[in-house]
T-cell receptor, first 115, second 116 residues
Framework: AQKITQTQPGMFVQEKEAVTLDCTYD???????LFWYKQPSSGEMIFLIY??????QNATEGRYSLNFQKARKSANLVISASQLGDSAMYFC????????????FGAGTILRVKS | GAGVSQSPSNKVTEKGKDVELRCDPI?????LYWYRQSLGQGLEFLIY????????KSGLPSDRFSAERTGGSVSTLTIQRTQQEDSAVYLC??????????????FGPGTRLTVT
């Protein structure tokens, strides 16, 4: 079974609008961490935001916030005030406490910001 | 400071040849990871090093793949008798420690391997 599911292969958003990228995960481990990475066309992987399973509040980093719904096992990334430079592939990833060293990645969502 | 570096950036090789890919992690990072990204796909874990030891090799796809790390720093991923399905971008990442959940992994630019 897929551990990380990103159901949106591609998304468009108008510049300055907000966009939500979906991520659902599957684990029975009570201790886990969720990460979002951005991969522009240049290929580098850029860390955006982290949410721990025991964190009480949703993580925020500048224009990025994570809508963490533990009971639903979802960890959607919200990008506010989209910019042209946000156009990239976005990956959701998980680390599990019992197997806590590697990241397991979803298939990614391509985001295109329109001017 | 300097990020994770990888070499070569591109490698074209003939089927059946051996290749070596190199990763130089961020100074002071004790944990090092290798991932593989096939065209248009997410990343697939290959191997994890803590210091010079590799407690998790579960992602290596076959015994043609091996990796080592020396001096707690540079790592080399070796693919023997390359096959066309080995064509992918091989990404290396490092983090301060392997055991801390929240420590993000910093990725290198990758090596694009093409097997002809």
């Amino acid at each position: 079974a897929q551990k990380i599911t990103q159901t949106q292969p591609g998304m468009f958003v108008q510049e300055k609008e907000a966009v939500t990228l979906d991520c659902t995960y599957d684990t029975s481990d009570p201790s886990y961490g969720l990460f979002w990475y951005k991969q522009p066309s240049s290929g580098e992987m850029i860390f955006l935001i982290y949410q721990g399973s025991y964190d009480q509040q949703n993580a925020t980093e500048g224009r990025y916030s994570l809508n963490f719904q533990k009971a639903r096992k979802s960890a959607n990334l919200v990008i506010s005030a989209s910019q042209l430079g946000d156009s990239a592939m976005y990956f959701c990833a998980m680390r599990e406490g019992s197997d806590g060293n590697k990241l397991v990645f979803g298939a990614g969502t391509i985001l295109r910001v329109k001017s | 400071g300097a990020g994770v570096s990888q070499s070569p950036s591109n490698k074209v090789t003939e089927k059946g040849k051996d290749v070596e890919l190199r990763c130089d992690p961020i100074s002071g990072h004790t944990a090092l990871y290798w991932y593989r990204q096939s065209l248009g796909q997410g990343l697939e874990f290959l191997i994890y090093f803590q210091g010079n030891s590799a407690p998790d090799k579960s992602g290596l796809p076959s015994d043609r793949f091996s990796a080592e790390r020396t001096g707690g720093s540079v790592s080399t991923l070796t693919i023997q008798r390359t096959q066309q399905e080995d064509s992918a971008v091989y990404l290396c990442a490092s983090s301060l420690e392997g055991g801390i959940m929240s420590y993000e992994q910093y990725f290198g630019p990758g090596t694009r391997l093409t097997v002809t």
